[in-house]
């Protein structure tokens, strides 16, 4: 049931809302907040934006290292307009911010001798990631790259001494591999793997010899190759065979490597590869489900190895010498990120812990005694957690078979509790397409449950990860449809669900998640009330024609070559700026102006068709963001306007009037 203050801020909406209600759908009135541009998109109700304002405010904390010795960790945590890092020095004690941008700061990876952290920030969400060595004496930065190529996947040796990093510095398409000498003052960075195509590091060996490096193809295709140092010479490891890596970790001997593939089986299995011999032995074979990182213990004798089972993270520890292990005790059923040793300490694990009701904190595990103590805990903008809702794993049947049977999509539902007559829904879609929903913390979903009264159910189509080789593959080229079909089947559960209200239904996604919400709205616009697109592809050839260099090759393998002409004809064909028309329901879209990914004009040619047929599209820009909202006053903005949108559409009088 919609509470009270909800109701209120409907009203408070509907006010507001008038002056653009009386105009043409044609009609595009437009004004420049900042850095945002909005058009078509009324005034925001101070009402909404005070009570938007804790949901806002929740923050999170996420494990990114050990610093030397007993100096604590480093953190990524927000407390100003951008996620900075900091560190803390024990269990809930001050978190110490070092570094002060305007912009995020990315990936961190500290040095394991010295009070060093190499970090990556790009500019307004272009991408361009340029990488920085932070001296946590001096409290200085330096750029170490040329500041307009982009860099990533950079990493210490196990000595503190070499940094290896990926790059498109050579010619802006392809991703190289480099080495650079940090322990020399004007050592310039060294180019070792220029083979063409995406590559990255992964680890240098114990010994400091070896590099192991990976290749994408795609990610039911990848790679993995060992650099010589010395020999300067690259070898791949199972060369001739077609596989998906999913993490790797050389062993303290530097002759043996830990590493997962899908070689044998639909799911990503832990092996012990030894370099000397080349042969790999299985290890988990008969854990069902992708083995997706790794982690050795100082001395060499645990490796911790996570698993995704079904979105649910879960830990085991390996001993290396008898290769047996065992799942961790104590822990909570959630997400797990960012595990890493103590440097010195082989009992003690840091890591990322998040889950539907939980933002996402540091903890502490220690194996010895099987307990969990918190490092952090994040503000949850005064709102009481045990209010939040927990979502309910489910599976409906699509419109094809598997195994003789109708195959199961999942999927996660959040669901208003003590709700009183039918429920509106919210469809939302992950991106990617090669990703996977996993039930971590929505502020966005929390307010669209407890506030709204409004279920959300999140799918995980044909296409996902984390369910196997097959599954990945299905919706592949000329099979790209076939994923919008189960969002068709989603709606037909819904409209069998005595609490669920079918006549009430949007649709939202971002990225891939973008086109799926234009493609379902093409489809299926007569059972829907609305869709979201945020930074999704309108029309698949404009995308593939201006999408950066370095990202082209990999995205036709997964949505078809339109250099060939009949993929070309069928990319037209399905793309939903060819079917515009079909578009009979208000639409939102929303935009990065830097996306390197999604370019704008993928945004603007779509409200463009929308709005020329005489449909209502609102559209959000943000100058200083790219693939998504980064920083907390456009995030704010963006769920402000999502709010209005969804009350408009799903509970105005004239919502309500549509069958």
Same mark, same amino acid.
């Given at each position: #049931?919609?509470?009270?203050?909800?109701?209120?801020?409907?009203?408070? $909406?509907?006010?507001?809302?008038?002056?653009?209600?009386?105009?043409?759908?044609?009609?595009?009135?437009?004004?420049?907040?900042?850095?945002?541009?909005? !058009?078509?998109?009324?005034?925001?109700?101070?009402?909404?934006?005070?009570?938007?304002?804790?949901? !806002?405010?929740?923050?999170?904390?996420?494990?990114?290292?050990?610093?030397?010795?007993?100096?604590?960790?480093?953190?990524?945590?927000? $407390?100003?307009?951008?996620?900075q890092l900091h560190t803390v020095r024990g269990p809930l004690q001050y978190r110490k911010q070092i570094t002060f941008f305007d912009e995020p700061v990315g990936a961190a990876d500290v040095s394991p001798v010295t009070p060093h952290i190499l970090f990556l920030k790009d500019k307004g969400g272009n991408e361009n990631s340029q990488i920085y060595?932070?001296?946590?004496?001096?409290? @200085?930065? %330096? #750029?170490?790259?040329?500041?307009?190529?982009?860099?990533?996947?950079?990493?210490?040796?196990?000595?503190?001494?070499?940094?290896?990093?990926?790059?498109?510095?050579?010619?802006?398409?392809?991703? +190289?591999?480099?080495?650079?000498?940090?322990?020399?003052?004007?050592?310039?960075?060294?180019?070792v793997v220029q083979e063409g195509g995406s590559w990255e590091p992964m680890e240098f060996s114990y010994d400091g010899n070896l590099l192991l490096v990976s290749r994408t193809i795609s990610i039911n295709e990848n790679y993995l190759y060992l650099y010589d140092l010395k020999a300067k010479k690259l070898e791949q490891i199972f060369p001739?065979?077609?596989?998906?890596?999913? =993490?790797? =970790?050389?062993? &303290? +001997?530097?002759?043996?490597?830990?590493?997962?593939?899908?070689?044998q089986g639909e799911f990503k299995t832990l092996y012990? *590869?030894?370099?000397?011999?080349?042969? =790999? %032995?299985?290890?988990?074979?008969?854990?069902?489900?992708?083995? +997706?990182a790794l982690r050795l213990s100082p001395d060499g004798k645990t490796l911790v190895f996570e698993t995704n089972e079904g979105g649910i993270s879960k830990l085991y520890s390996l001993d290396t010498r008898k290769l047996s292990y065992k799942e961790l005790k104590g822990l909570p059923i959630g997400q797990i990120g960012n595990f890493t040793f103590h440097p010195q300490k082989n009992n003690l694990l840091a890591m990322t812990l998040s889950s539907a009701r939980s933002s996402g904190d540091v903890f502490v595990y220690d194996l010895k005694?099987?307990?969990?103590?918190?490092?952090?805990?994040?503000?949850?903008?005064?709102?009481?957690?045990?209010?939040?809702?927990?979502?309910e794993l489910i599976s409906y049947p699509t419109f094809d078979e598997a195994g003789g049977q109708p195959r199961q999509i999942p999927a996660f539902i959040y669901k208003p509790r003590n709700a009183k007559g039918k429920i509106p829904v919210v469809i939302s879609i992950h991106g990617g397409p090669e990703a996977q929903f996993r039930p971590g913390f929505s502020a966005s979903f929390q307010y669209y449950a407890t506030e709204m009264g409004v279920a959300v159910i999140a799918p995980n189509v044909r296409g996902s990860s984390g369910y196997g080789k097959t599954y990945l593959t299905l919706d592949n080229g000329f099979k790209r449809e076939d994923s919008v079909k189960d969002i068709?089947?989603?709606?037909?559960?819904?409209?069998?669900?005595?609490?669920?209200?079918?006549?009430?239904?949007?649709?939202?996604?971002?990225? *891939?998640?973008? *086109? #799926?919400?234009?493609?379902?709205?093409?489809?299926?616009?007569?059972?829907? =009330?609305?869709?979201?697109?945020?930074?999704?592809?309108?029309?698949?050839?404009?995308?593939?024609?201006?999408? %950066?260099?370095? @990202?082209?090759d990999l995205r036709r393998v997964e949505y078809g070559d339109? @250099?060939?002409? +009949? #993929?070309?004809?069928?990319?037209?064909?399905?793309?939903?700026?060819?079917?515009? &028309?079909?578009?009979?329901?208000?639409?939102f879209v929303v935009q990065g102006l830097n996306d390197p990914r999604v370019p704008t004009s993928e945004a603007e040619q779509i409200v463009k068709a929308v709005r020329a047929n005489g449909n209502e599209a609102w559209y959000l820009l943000a100058k200083d963001e790219g693939h998504g909202f980064r920083k907390k006053a456009n995030q704010s903005v963006y769920l402000q306007t999502t709010v209005m949108f969804l009350e408009k559409v799903l509970f105005s009088p004239k919502a309500a009037s549509n069958p």
């Open positions: #049931m919609r509470s009270l203050k909800s109701l209120s801020l409907l009203a408070a $909406f509907a006010l507001c809302a008038s002056s653009v209600q009386a105009a043409s759908s044609k009609e595009v009135t437009r004004r420049e907040v900042g850095n945002l541009v909005m !058009e078509n998109i009324p005034e925001i109700p101070g009402a909404l934006k005070d009570r938007l304002n804790q949901y !806002e405010n929740i923050r999170s904390a996420s494990a990114l290292g050990w610093l030397p010795g007993e100096q604590g960790l480093v953190i990524s945590t927000r $407390f100003g307009e951008a996620s060595l932070l001296d946590l004496e001096s409290g @200085r930065s %330096k #750029m170490l790259t040329d500041g307009e190529s982009r860099n990533e996947s950079a990493l210490w040796d196990h000595q503190g001494r070499l940094m290896a990093f990926a790059s498109t510095k050579r010619n802006g398409r392809d991703t +190289d591999v480099y080495i650079q000498d940090l322990s020399q003052q004007n050592a310039g960075a060294q180019l001739g065979m077609k596989m998906a890596f999913g =993490a790797a =970790a050389f062993a &303290k +001997d530097s002759q043996n490597i830990f590493l997962s593939n899908d070689s012990v *590869y030894n370099i000397g011999t080349k042969s =790999a %032995k299985p290890i988990t074979a008969n854990i069902k489900w992708d083995v +997706d005694s099987n307990k969990l103590q918190a490092w952090t805990e994040s503000e949850t903008g005064g709102l009481n957690k045990n209010n939040f809702v927990e979502p068709g089947a989603l709606l037909d559960w819904i409209g069998a669900q005595a609490d669920l209200d079918a006549s009430k239904v949007v649709v939202m996604g971002g990225s *891939y998640g973008g *086109y #799926m919400t234009l493609a379902t709205m093409t489809y299926y616009s007569d059972r829907l =009330a609305g869709g979201i697109d945020t930074v999704g592809i309108s029309h698949f050839i404009s995308f593939l024609t201006n999408t %950066k260099s370095y @990202r082209q339109e @250099r060939d002409p +009949d #993929m070309k004809t069928f990319l037209d064909k399905i793309s939903p700026l060819t079917n515009v &028309k079909k578009i009979q329901k208000p639409l």
